[in-house]
């Protein structure tokens, strides 16, 4: 069952009562085949610029591309637990910024859809680089937390399989229509690109309007 107007589930198929909304407690973050335990917060942003395309006799934007490549950053806090540092956690051999040589991969993987693999959702953030690390001593509260912040290359998610997107290619997850299935956003989704922009026929490119 759905509501009217948007179409929100808010009852299974057969009126059965569910929980819809994802929650942190079904997200297990992992370096390779280790998981990172005590994680209390990770946070990672996208960013690129767009750069608005103006003319001279023209009140308005007549255009809009984006001016650069996307941005990947991120921060991440976790309980100083099982005699690890933040850094060794992720499953490095170090404990100091200066002391990293290679970059590491984080998958954040969802299984809020059940514990079948081919329901979950990875994500992978692509040759992370840690920027900044923040360590707090104090009286006032003995836990130690450790804080470290970080750049990367590159996003991508897929379900189940790294040859399937995260969104399907004909429904989303409440069996929306996705009107725009794009070969080369679909590809640089999953990790198949870095980007979508360098692919062919970008002039003859549209989105359905309305």
Known sequence: MVTVNTQSSIQGDAGENKT???VSTNIIIKVGDNPVGAVQSLNVTETRNIAM???????GHIDS????????KGTCSRTRFDNLRILAAFGRSFVHLASQRI??????IDTFAG??????ITTTIK???ANNLQIKYGADN???VEDFSFD?????????SPTNNAVPGAAGGRNLVVRDNNVFERETDRGLRRGALNGFGLLQEFSVVG
């Open 20 to 22: 819809f909304t994802a």
């Open 53 to 59: 395309i103006d003319e001279i006799g023209t009140d």
């Open 142 to 144: 003995f836990l130690i």
């Open 65 to 72: 591309v984006p001016q650069k490549s996307t941005d990947i």
């Open 152 to 160: 990367a290359e590159a996003i991508y998610s897929f379900l189940g």
């Open 103 to 108: 970059p590491f991969d984080i998958d954040i």
């Open 115 to 120: 514990p079948d693999a081919s329901t979950h």
């Open 127 to 129: 040759n992370v680089w």
